[in-house]
């Protein structure tokens, strides 16, 4: 399994089970953290990977790069951006429950 497909199917995952959370929230502060969160995977994983710190296999990769890094790497980002608010509402709810 490449990654992008592995990437997709992890995404879409998180997707439907952050939706019904997701929706209630305000689009605009989680569109500006996914947009500086892959601003610096572009910064920080180009300078990796020209560093030699880690290599992907390219039988792995689409071999489409945003600056340096591959665009797989940045599932990372957007998984992040999105599943830390909702995941932060969630235990606030359940914290507020049990006081």
């Known amino acids: 399994m490449t990654n ?3 990437n997709v199917i992890v995404l879409a995952l998180l997707g439907a089970v952050c939706w019904p959370v997701l929706r209630r929230m305000r689009a605009v502060p989680i569109l500006l953290t996914v947009l500086i969160l892959c601003v ?4 920080f994983d180009t300078l990796m990977i020209a ?4 290599v992907f296999d390219p ?3 689409l071999g489409v790069y945003v600056w340096g890094a ?5 599932a990372y980002a957007i998984a992040a951006a999105v599943g830390m608010p909702v995941l932060w ?4 709810r359940r914290k507020g429950r049990t006081e």
Do not use: N, R, S
Not at 89 to 92: F, H, Q
């Open 4 to 6: 992008i497909v592995l």
């Open 40 to 43: 610096l995977t572009a910064v």
């Open 51 to 54: 560093a030699d710190l880690y």
């Open 59 to 61: 039988d792995k990769i």
């Open 70 to 74: 591959p665009l797989e790497d940045f």
């Open 89 to 92: 509402v969630v235990l606030g």
